[in-house]
């Protein structure tokens, strides 16, 4: 089992940066996956940025180019870095983790953190 706690939400102005942080409450090292997802108000809860055990990275087409993904496995932390932010990057942004189990896998989310991006 593992908690993820998100922070480093916040209000910024379009153009603007932030950095999230998703803290473990264990190693992981061995978290098979790991990602951030996006949920605006009214709509659906999208992948927003994935990272694999080995590094492996994946972005979701609106926030290639802007946003980076990485992961400190001293820290037991997944990051990620959001530039030149838009007002459509706006939602509650959640932490991930896919785990290996006695069943296969098992899935793990935090509590998210808020972004809001004023125009």
């Known amino acids: 089992q593992v908690q993820l706690v998100e922070s480093g939400g916040g209000l910024v102005q379009a153009g603007g940066s932030l950095r999230l942080s998703c803290a473990a409450s264990?190693?992981?090292?061995?978290?098979?996956?790991m990602r951030w997802y996006r949920q605006a108000p009214g709509k659906e809860r999208d992948v927003v940025a994935g990272i694999s055990s080995d590094g492996r990275t994946n972005y979701a087409d609106d926030v290639n180019g802007r946003f980076t993904i990485s992961r400190d496995n001293a820290k037991n932390t997944m990051y990620l870095q959001m530039n030149s932010l838009k007002p459509e990057d706006t939602g509650v942004y959640l932490c991930?983790?896919?785990?290996?189990?006695?069943?296969?896998?098992?899935?793990?989310w935090g509590q998210g953190t808020q972004v809001t991006v004023s125009s």
């Open positions: 991930n983790a896919v785990v290996r189990s006695s069943k296969g896998t098992a899935t793990y």
């Open positions: 264990r190693s992981i090292v061995s978290i098979l996956f």
